[in-house]
């Protein structure tokens, strides 16, 4: 067995992949040796010091780790109740958390010895990350990206293009998230043998939920060494927004085990009792895609149903099976923000902080805003800010009706 | 009849000497009543065996052929329960073709294994080939069905080693499909000698039949392949000539039909001469 100890949150997947009963391995059978081999690779990987170090060294050097946990004096001041801290992942080098997913996968495809990769991305910043450790280590890559998300990208798009990679677009099914893993999963099927597939989010078959989730641990053990440094105690909350939950995982995860309340912020779109929502787990059920099982949102009949969300890298109508795992324990809050309360927060926080957010982390800003003025001042909380949102400007500026 | 029936059909295929047609449509596509009349032409035309595409909105195993006919389907309504009423028709005129079901998993778990399981015996049903159901996932619907007394064909691929195989075919019976490249299904042309050389190699680990598919698309490719293994598949070929038959607004012309089950002729014509 790999890890028996009773009485914590921490010790999934077991072996076969599962969270509970969420996970597994749902692949064609072609992809299998491989899967088992990237399994393999990464359970060696785990206890090596030479690729912890060499992973290290590079968060260190290139992506600029580790990022500061700052003090929101004026969102503080202005919401008059718990006491807020960024933990300030839009400092990273490429703007977001994805980077520290990608530096660890290219470790992990370059010791297996694969020699070109390719990614799905949304938003563009999974692309992005991706095609810029494929820069940093010379290795051909491909992006999928639905047609619909490269139109509202197009600055994302045009980076991968600097950075060298081919951005593929995908004009199957709705052409978004959801149908570029679709396509980066029939190109990975056709090129197995010399192809390495880096997932952005904590979701997939095993063991990317876990090697994802480990990989973007660096951010919860920062924040925990921060913390207490800061305060000399562990924080009384976390908040951070979930699509497929790579960045609420990594800041979750180290603290799972502790006296601490978890919130992760879904994407409510227009509204969780509308057809238009990204919250697979407060409008969704278990289902089985992508290689794993977890909460989707879908018909009576098991169709996969098209997501919502005005933030493109929550748009994606599942979710990561541990946190399918963590609702289901209730060990998590999964709480719903829609699209205007999250254009709010990012309005808010742009004005009172001088940090424009990405609008996926607008999310947790908009939960935080309702959450701190119910909190005493001596409450701690600290609040996953996982991108920026110079790419989402022009997003806003429809919203807001304005003319750029 | 289940199993049963399958295992029938390859003891006559073998006692006539010659392999057997495997064709594949999508059930729904274009629309209900062409898909049925389609399907109960098909054993005339010379299909040994029946796949029947469950429609499904992600299909990542398939490529653009039958991700269209997938997405055709839907778009009229089609569901599972639709699938299951549309065998059901079917065997009122037919009880010896076998009908295997082939599609991804989640409608199925949605619908509720032990239900279906339960329907698709009633239905007619003999087999199952779920895409995103490694032997890894056993438990979940090849064990069930096994007990229940349905086929689970499982896949091996040119990335299948002998030990593999053996995990495969522990559950996996009916026969084994043999996936002819590493890739999706209707895209690129296999290979005939390493396919060959595949079969060779499963023979030596186990007698079960064994059907190869992805990527034929002729009756002269379906012949070649017919010359060594039990059963071809052909998929992707036939549905293109069901979209090649549509109005814009994918309504079927009054060629549909007949072209499809001519095509299915002379593929039959293919595979059953190849080994004279």
């Not at chain 1, 994302?156 to 600097?162: A, E, G, I, P, T």
């Not at chain 2, 619907?141 to 593999?164: C, E, F, Q, S, Y």
């Amino acid at each position: 067995m790999a890890n028996t100890q009773v009485n914590s949150y921490r010790t999934g997947p077991d072996e076969e992949g599962h969270f509970g009963i969420f996970g597994g391995r749902y692949v064609a059978e072609t992809l299998m040796p491989l899967i088992l081999e990237v399994e393999k690779t990464y359970n060696e990987c785990k206890n090596d010091p030479t690729f912890k170090q060499e992973f290290h060294e590079l968060l260190k050097e290139f992506v600029g780790r580790p990022n500061p946990l700052y003090f929101a004096k004026r969102m503080t001041e202005h919401l008059g109740g718990a006491k807020i801290y960024f933990k300030r992942e839009e400092l990273n080098h490429t703007g977001a958390h994805k980077i520290n997913n990608c530096i660890g996968q290219i470790l992990l495809a370059r010791r297996m010895g694969k020699s070109r990769i390719i990614a799905e991305t949304g938003a563009g910043q999974h692309g992005v990350a991706t095609a810029t450790v494929c820069a940093l280590f010379g290795m051909p890559c491909v992006v999928y990206m639905g047609a619909k998300d490269i139109e509202r990208q197009k600055p994302n798009v045009f980076r991968m293009k600097l950075l060298g990679a081919e951005v593929v677009p995908v004009t199957s099914g709705s052409e978004s998230l959801k149908d570029s893993m679709n396509e980066a999963l029939r190109d990975w099927v056709t090129n197995v043998e010399d192809t390495f597939y880096i997932i952005g989010t904590a979701a997939g078959p095993h063991p990317y939920p876990e090697l994802v989730r480990d990989f973007q641990c660096v951010i919860g053990d920062e924040a925990r060494e921060q913390i207490l440094g800061k305060e000399g105690r562990l924080p009384d909350s976390l908040v951070a927004c979930v699509g497929g939950g790579s960045n609420a995982i990594g800041l979750f995860h180290p603290f799972l085990d502790d006296d601490v309340d978890i919130y992760a912020v879904e994407a409510a779109g227009l509204g969780v009792d509308t057809d238009k929502h990204a919250a697979s787990l407060s409008g969704g059920a278990p289902g089985v895609l992508h290689g794993n099982r977890t909460y989707l949102l879908m018909d009576e009949d098991g169709q996969i149903n098209e997501a919502h969300s005005i933030s493109a890298g929550l748009d994606y109508p599942g979710i990561g099976p541990e946190h399918s795992h963590l609702h289901d324990i209730g060990r998590v809050n999964y709480v719903p923000i829609d699209d205007t309360e999250a254009l709010e927060a990012f309005q808010l926080c742009t004005r009172l902080e001088g940090i424009i957010p990405a609008l996926e982390s607008a999310h947790a800003i908009a939960y935080v805003m309702k959450l701190a003025p119910t909190l005493p001042e001596d409450h701690i909380m600290v609040m996953g800010l996982s991108g920026r949102g110079d790419k989402d400007i022009f997003t806003v500026a429809t919203a807001l009706g304005e003319d750029i | 009849m289940g199993t049963e029936r399958i295992e029938k059909r390859f003891e006559a295929l073998k006692a006539e000497s010659h392999a057997g047609l495997v064709t594949f449509t999508t059930a729904g596509d274009p629309d209900y009543d062409k898909s049925l009349e389609i399907l109960k032409g098909l054993p005339e035309a010379g299909a040994d065996i029946i796949e029947l595409g469950m429609p499904f909105s992600d299909p990542m195993a398939d490529g653009p052929s039958i991700q269209e006919a997938s997405i055709r389907a839907l778009k009229n309504k089609m569901t599972l329960s639709k699938t299951l009423e549309m065998v059901r028709s079917f065997r009122e005129g037919d009880v010896e073709t076998p009908i295997i079901l082939m599609g991804y998993y989640n409608p199925i778990y949605i619908y509720g294994v032990d239900r279906f399981l339960e329907d698709a015996l009633e239905a007619g049903i003999d087999g199952l080939i779920i895409v995103d159901l490694p032997p890894e996932e056993d438990n979940e619907l090849a064990v069930p069905a096994k007990n229940a007394g349905l086929a689970m064909i499982h896949l091996a691929t040119p990335t299948t080693d002998k030990k593999r195989l053996g995990q495969i075919l522990e559950n996996g019976s009916g026969f084994l499909y043999y996936v002819t490249i590493a890739g999706i299904t209707g895209t690129a042309k296999p290979d005939l000698t390493p396919v060959k050389e595949a079969l060779d190699k499963f023979r030596t680990v186990s007698d079960i039949p064994m059907a190869v598919g992805f990527g034929i698309k002729s009756p002269e490719d379906a012949a070649r392949f017919a010359e060594f293994a039990d059963a071809v598949v052909v998929g992707s070929a036939i549905v293109d000539i069901i979209k090649n038959n549509l109005t814009q607004e994918n309504v079927a012309n009054s060629e549909l039909e007949g072209r499809v089950l001519s095509f299915v002729k002379e593929l039959a014509l293919g595979v059953k001469s190849a080994r004279k």
